[in-house]
């Protein structure tokens, strides 16, 4: 089974505000959150995850035919890396001629619950020329699922579908009010998705009347479903002249979620039921199963990666029931067991709920909870920049090296790419290294996705473990963990923490400590010993870290350095001798900012004792100019006291004695 589904794709950023802003006003939004739209790429996204929870449902292929900007952009690099492997994007047309997706940018109030949408898209919508020769291109396509949005240039695409793959089935989505040319869409399909919106506007008083109406219309048309918000949705099924209702979910403790993405959500159950479970569940379960998936879909979370997470909660809630009973059969468990025992709670909810019971666990164990740091750097870094990210991923077991972040935005590109990339690698803490200045320049962010806070840091004095001529001849084993210590300015007790305007001192050594406290269990490829120490030192309000191996030297035994060296001492107790030898790399960090959020958010903290390496550079460049000004000055003043003596050319009287005037 192939599904190919044509529409746009966004992306939206959804600004939460306390009520709507009046023209020409000035509001603070709450919250801010990005996330990959559009409705087609929306459904897709809840089916990819529909059908890779589902064993029966492996043989169900999912493709998506939208206009993209370049390849290469950052926009396309998030949206292929979102949804590969699980939907195929082979078929996508690229403009290589434009950098900017189609944006979306959502202005949600709080106050009233509305919600209003400024679309930006510069992209040239696809041809039907463009599109025949993607069509044609197609292994066996079964199902067809078109937006209403350009309704001449859709009407022509199914019209071909018609003539080239005539046992496929299409269908149509009709949301726009006032788009003319929607209803010779629905004419031509064989299942109909109407919206409220769009029924409400054509002077429809009920989804009832809206579906019965329009089947008179709608001859090729086998079903035709339309939402109804609070009203439930309701099915019309053209064969048997039957129509089933679905109302809306209602339960203790229940509350309304936001719209968006509802629509996209009830398109995409009904997808899988009417594919995957055609012949197993009746118009009423499916009609159902939609609805409730519609309904569940978790409100404030909106993700790049994850757009509707019921199913996800579900087969969470049905793997701890499977656990506890320790019956582990691969057998596929039914969509309605599931739906009568699914959780309440949304999955971003369960997702904390477990992770704050797991981190307890572990605390009261008197473990460290689970870390795991992904490492990666911006474009621009020298080979010093990457040999010190290798040297700290061989030193630390818990992290995850990723490449470089190829993306020349430096706020909303930050906070959309890495945010996601840590949501995808499973990471809890973010060590990204940004050059600036072809590489002069090197800034350390530190930042806990997805919630913050952030810690911007300058980096300077570095030496990578391979400078030997620094001295770094310690050496440790792969895998092990290391101890960290901090010095008595990280102490709350201490005499410069105690002191007003350090409390952020705090939290750089929290964060620090994420960063480089390995986990006692649950890393892959740890070994159980510990043989380096991580030292972090505050010095002259900047941060200095160096690494030493702990290395020990059997009493009485012979040094290796020579034949001729002397026994190493003895140690009072007759234990060996420890000793530090610094292994690398060592570096200072200055901090700079401290943000609430994870790669934004308000400054909580910034220090005005920081002089960035740009002012450095610029106060070298004005002595040098200071001293060539001098100097000029010099030669002026030089000159014209030359001048005044009369000794400048053309200006000295000749000599009466002079050879040219003796012989002339």
């Known amino acids: 089974m192939s599904l190919v589904a044509i529409g746009a794709c966004y992306l939206d950023t959804i600004l939460t505000t306390p009520h709507y802003p009046g023209e020409d006003d000035k509001l ?231 719209p968006i993405g509802a629509g996209d959500t009830f398109i995409a159950g009904m997808l899988y039921a009417l594919i995957c479970r055609r012949n197993e569940w009746s118009l ?77 666990k572990q605390l009261a164990q008197g473990f460290m909870p689970k870390t795991r740091v992904l490492m990666l750097t911006s474009r621009g870094v020298t080979y010093r920049h990457r040999h010190l990210l290798a040297d700290l991923a061989s030193l630390l077991p818990h992290t995850h090296k990723e490449s470089k972040l190829d993306t020349k935005k430096k706020t909303a590109g930050y906070n959309l790419l890495l945010n996601s990339l840590a949501d995808l690698h499973s990471c809890n803490v973010i060590f990204f290294l940004e050059a600036r200045k072809q590489g002069q320049d090197l800034y350390l962010w530190l930042a806990r996705p997805p919630n913050g806070p952030t810690i911007k840091f300058h980096v300077a004095n570095l030496h990578t473990m391979a400078e030997l001529n620094a001295g770094f001849s310690g050496n440790c084993l792969k895998g092990g963990r290391g101890l960290v210590v901090f010095d008595r300015s990280f102490d709350e007790q201490g005499p410069l923490m105690s002191q007003p305007g350090n409390e952020y001192r705090g939290l750089i050594r929290e964060m620090l400590r994420g960063v480089f406290c390995v986990p006692k269990r649950g890393v892959k490829g740890m070994k159980p010993f510990i043989d380096r120490i991580i030292g972090v030192f505050g010095v002259d309000g900047k941060i200095w870290i160096r690494v030493y191996e702990i290395r020990e030297s059997e009493p009485g035994k012979k040094s290796e350095d020579g034949a001729d060296a002397k026994p190493t001492p003895k140690s009072k107790d007759g234990q060996p001798e420890v000793s530090l030898v610094e292994i690398g790399p060592r570096f200072v960090l200055t901090p700079i900012v401290i943000l609430e959020g994870s790669f934004g958010g308000p400054v ?30 010099g030669q002026t003043d030089r000159f014209a006291k030359r001048s005044n003596l009369g000794l400048g050319e053309g200006e000295r009287k000749p000599d009466a004695l002079d050879t040219r005037q003796l012989f002339k």
Request: proline residues 4%; charged residues 25%; glycine residues 4%.
């Open 28 to 258: 603070r939004a709450s919250s801010i959150s990005h996330r990959r739209g559009g409705n087609c790429p929306n459904s897709l996204e809840v089916l990819k995850q529909l059908t890779t929870n589902s064993p029966s449902t492996a043989n169900v292929s999912l493709n998506l035919i939208a206009v993209l900007p370049a390849k290469t952009s950052t926009a396309s690099q998030e949206i292929q890396s979102a949804f590969k492997p699980h939907v195929n994007l082979s078929h996508c047309i690229f403009r290589e001629a434009f950098n900017e997706p189609a944006s979306s940018y959502i202005i949600k109030s709080e106050s009233s619950g509305s919600r209003t949408i400024v679309n930006y898209n510069e992209l040239p919508e696809i041809t039907v020329d463009e599109f025949t020769q993607i069509a044609g291109n197609l292994t066996n396509p079964s199902w067809f699922h078109f937006e209403g949005r350009i309704p001449d240039i859709t009407l022509s695409c199914i019209q071909y579908l018609r003539q080239q793959y005539p046992s496929a089935t299409i269908s149509v989505e009709v949301e726009k009010p006032g788009r003319e040319g929607l209803q010779n869409l629905a004419a031509e399909a064989d299942i109909v998705f109407y919206s409220k919106s769009w029924a409400q506007g054509n002077g429809y008083q009920t989804a009832e009347e809206c579906v019965q109406k329009e089947s008179t219309l709608t001859r090729k048309a086998s079903l035709l479903c339309c939402t109804w918000g609070q009203g439930g949705a309701v099915a019309f099924e053209a064969k048997t002249q039957s129509l089933v209702h679905s109302p809306a979910y209602s339960a203790a403790n229940f509350r309304v979620i936001d």
């Open 284 to 360: 009423s379960q499916k009609l159902g199963f939609a609805n409730r998936l519609a309904e569940s879909e978790s409100p404030n979370r909106y993700n790049p990666f994850t757009m509707a997470s019921v199913y996800k909660t579900i087969s969470k809630k049905a793997a701890r029931q499977l656990a506890k009973e320790e019956e582990f059969d691969e057998e596929d468990i039914e969509m309605e067991e599931l739906l009568d025992n699914a959780d309440d709670t949304t999955d971003s909810e369960s997702d904390e709920e477990t992770t704050t019971e797991s981190a307890k």
């Open 604 to 633: 909580i903290y910034e220090n005005k004792e920081y002089v960035s390496p740009n002012q450095v550079r610029r106060e070298v460049r004005m002595s040098k100019a200071a001293r060539y000004a001098k100097r000029r000055d």
